[in-house]
C-alpha cells in the first residue's frame, strides 16, 4: 500500500524544504507539503495558527488517513489541529523539535532556549523592522553549530530575505501565545518525537516531556542535528521515519480501526 503523509513545515519557510525528504522516501509513500497561510503560493492568506490548522484539515480530510508530520510551527499547527479534531484521521504523528509552550514561566522552564518571558516578547516588535539581521539569526540558529546541512545556511539566509516579515509577525504573536501542554496528553495514536541533540532552540528534554505524556510516544534523537534534523542528517531521518511508519503507524493504525466499525 502507498502511505500519505503530510509534511507541515517551519516559521517563515516553506513546504518546499520537505522535498529532498520526500525524494528519499520514494514511492511507496504519497507525500504533501503545502504551504501554510503566511507563507509561499498562501503568503496573502490570514496567517494566523488557527487558518493553519484549517489548511491542515482540508488535507487531512483529503487524504487517507495520513501520517502528519510537523517541523517547528508544523507541530505547533498538528497540535492545534488535534485539540480541535480528535486523531481519528491520522495514521500517526511526527513532530520535529518545538515546545508545546515556547513562553517560560514559573513552573515551565522548557520553552525557547535563552528566553524570557520579556525577550520573547519583545522579539515580536523586531521581526518588521530588523528582519534582515533576524534572517542571519535564524539561518544560523535553525542548524547545530557543527552541522552541513544539505540546505546551506546561506540559502536559508536568501530564502528568508525575500519573505514578507508583516505576514510572520501575526503567527509569532500567535505561536508565543500557545499552550498546547494540555493537548498532549489526549494523543492515542503512533507519535515520533524527534529531537535535535544539538538544537539552539530546545533542550532534549522537551521530547521526553511529550514522549512521558502521550500514551504511544517514544523519542527519536539526532545526535548530530540542531532544531533540523531532516536536513542535517537526511537520510537517518528517512530511515526513522519508514521505521516508524511500518513498525507503529501501520501496524497499531486507528485508521484501520474505524474501517472495520
Known amino acids: 500500500m502507498t502511505v500519505p503523509v503530510l509534511f507541515l513545515h517551519g516559521w517563515a519557510m516553506s513546504g518546499a524544504y520537505f522535498d529532498d525528504l520526500a525524494a528519499r522516501l520514494g514511492p511507496a509513500f504519497a ?8 507563507h509561499g503560493s498562501r503568503v496573502h492568506d490570514e496567517p494566523s495558527l488557527e487558518n493553519c490548522a484549517a489548511v491542515a484539515k482540508e488535507w487531512i480530510d483529503r487524504l487517507d488517513c495520513p501520517v ?9 499547527i498538528a497540535w492545534r489541529y488535534i485539540a480541535q479534531h ?9 513532530t520535529i523539535d518545538m515546545s508545546p509552550r515556547m513562553m517560560p514561566d514559573a513552573d515551565w522552564n522548557l520553552g525557547l532556549l535563552g528566553g524570557t518571558s520579556e525577550t520573547i516578547l519583545a522579539t515580536s516588535e523586531k521581526i518588521i523592522p530588523k ?3 533576524m534572517a542571519g539569526s535564524i539561518a544560523r540558529n535553525m542548524y547545530a553549530r557543527s552541522s552541513d546541512p544539505i540546505v546551506s545556511r546561506d540559502a536559508v539566509e536568501t530564502f528568508l530575505l525575500a519573505q514578507d516579515p508583516a505576514r510572520l ?3 509569532w504573536d500567535d505561536l508565543t501565545a500557545m499552550d498546547e501542554r494540555q493537548t498532549i496528553a489526549g494523543i492515542d495514536i503512533p507519535y515520533l518525537v524527534c529531537s535535535g541533540a544539538q538544537s539552539r532552540l530546545y533542550k532534549q528534554d522537551v521530547a521526553h516531556w511529550i514522549a512521558a505524556r502521550a500514551g504511544q510516544a517514544r523519542v527519536e534523537s539526532f545526535e548530530h542535528s540542531g532544531h533540523s534534523p531532516h536536513l542535517e542528517e537526511p537520510s537517518a531521518f528517512c530511515d526513522a521515519l519508514k521505521r516508524f511508519i511500518a513498525q507503529d503507524a501501520l501496524d497499531t493504525s486507528s485508521c484501520d480501526q474505524k474501517e472495520t466499525l
Open 31 to 38: 507525500c504533501h507539503a503545502p504551504d501554510l497561510p503566511g
Open 169 to 171: 509577525r501575526p503567527l
Open 131 to 133: 528582519w534582515p539581521a
Open 68 to 76: 502528519l508530520v510537523g517541523w517547528s510551527m508544523g507541530a505547533a
Open 86 to 94: 480528535g486523531t481519528s484521521g491520522l495514521r500517526g504523528l511526527v
